[in-house]
DNA sequence: TCGCGGATGAACT
DNA sequence: GTTCATCCGCGAG
């Protein structure tokens, strides 16, 4: 059966200047927002549009850091925009952007993206055929882009490899909610979304604008 | 389409 | 031993 969605032709992602990129949580998650998502791997290139955040903030009980410094969690309190990359449930990397100055923990959850390039890659990873799901979810985003332990601690606005960029998407109606699978400030309005994306996780009921 | 329960592995108490 | 920032498959509606 053909496929519908060949790949699009789109305007390459260009490199982030560090200066233009906010050192605040919310702002980040935000921010990211629209922004694509690298990875050069050898055999291909993927990339996404970051369509669904979630803060984790300074002094959040929610938040990795909230206990202090680990030898698990020490990257989200480099400089804003390292990766911080664990693994959740035992089955399911999570992929974290730092956020805030040295020293202070706090991260971005990237919780979802829309393919836009790669995605026979992403189908061969996730073993899965549907595009709006190829990277709808955190542990299916780190799949299909292949992001794993190894991919903790780096500079996502310089690395060769994976990196954040903007192509100038910007992303028009930005909603929030709740955040989706925690316990410890549940009810905190710290996830961030775009508005009537069909590649947003979690359920329909938290993603009316 | 929705809600539920089990699998799963590592960090941490 | 407990706690998860999840995912998948199942069954009911």
Redesign the pocket.
Known sequence: MARMDSEVIIKPPERIVRSNVPVDTVALARYLLGKVLVHELDDATVTGRIVET?A?LPGDP???AF?GM????KS?FLEHGRS?VY??????Q?L?VSSEPPGVGA?V?LRALQPLQGMDHMRRM?N?DRLRDLAR?????TTAFRVGPEHDGLDLFRDPRLWIGNDDHPAADVAHSV??????AADARLRFFIAGSPYV?G???LNAA
């Open positions: 979630e984790y929610a938040c990795h206990r680990t030898a698990r969690n989200l911080y693994l959740c449930y035992g089955v399911s999570m974290n991260g959850l996730s899965r979810g955190p542990g299916r985003l955040r989706i699978g925690i316990s410890k996780s359920p329909r009921a």
